[in-house]
């Protein structure tokens, strides 16, 4: 059973770095032919998909994110990163990583709000 846990902090102050990592168990992120990805959804919104890493080490990311994104791994630690750059209150949102595959996300973290806040 493959499960996926957010960290970070809860509170980003606006122009700041937001930074989450994922850190997974029960399966490797160097797997084939998985994609590890991070979600949002902000408050009375719709899920918004931010980007994934692929098992190979490659990333993807979103058009409207792209410019702010970045998503690392840490392959020693099963973990990966999101660094989302001059953050403004816009960005406040449950952020979930989860694994996906060409059938689309089928494990979930359980999400952590992210407030961007002075």
């Known amino acids: 059973q493959v499960q996926l846990q957010e960290s970070g902090p809860g509170l980003v102050k606006p122009s700041q770095t937001l930074s989450l990592t994922c850190t997974v168990s029960g399966g490797s992120i160097t797997t084939n032919p998985y994609y590890w990805s991070w979600i949002r959804q902000p408050p009375g919104k719709g899920l918004e998909w931010i980007g994934y890493i692929h098992y190979s080490g490659s990333t993807y990311y979103s058009p409207s994110l792209k410019s702010r994104t970045s998503i690392s791994r840490d392959t020693s630690k099963n973990q990966f990163t999101l660094q989302l750059s001059s953050v403004t209150p816009e960005d406040t949102a449950v952020y979930y990583c989860?694994?996906?595959?060409?059938?689309?996300?089928?494990?979930w973290g359980q999400g952590t709000q992210v407030t961007v806040s002075s």
């Open positions: 989860a694994r996906e595959n060409d059938q689309g996300h089928d494990y």
